[in-house]
């Protein structure tokens, strides 16, 4: 089979893509009939710290600083972070693998990819029909 990778921007009732890829982080991407959706999903405390990470300290760490720096999870600053990150999060299980949808979506779990690597991307590739 084909690998056909469009771009969600681009995905129109027309196209026929088999992945893609998106984080959907206005929750606004269109889900549509028929189309494959694999979807990742993450303990929300490891996902939320990792981003917090990435958004307020990585542009921020001098050279010699650790590429994963030290996280006050109790400072203000962070628990504001995390309250708008939980409701994103509720958001997004809601509309990716809460609720039921025409569209075929498989949720994979980022453990499982971690941890059980050869059998989520055999439920992948059946899932896919490849």
């Known amino acids: ?16 893509p088999n992945i893609v890829k998106d984080h959907d982080f206005d929750l606004a991407k269109p889900i549509l009939p028929g189309v494959r959706y694999v979807v990742l999903t993450r303990d929300f405390d490891q ?3 990792s981003y917090y990470r990435f958004k307020k300290l990585a542009f921020q760490r001098e050279e010699s600083e650790l590429p994963y720096p030290f996280v006050d999870v109790a400072s203000e600053d962070y628990q504001a972070f995390r309250e708008e990150a939980q409701r994103y999060y509720d958001g997004f299980l809601q509309k990716w693998v809460l609720t039921c949808h025409e569209a075929m979506i498989l949720p994979i779990t980022y453990r499982g990819l971690l941890f059980c690597p050869q059998r989520t991307i055999d439920c992948v590739l059946r899932f896919a029909d490849w």
């Open 1 to 16: 089979m084909e690998l056909r990778i469009t771009s969600p921007y681009a995905i129109t009732k027309h196209d026929n």
């Open 47 to 49: 996902c939320c710290l």
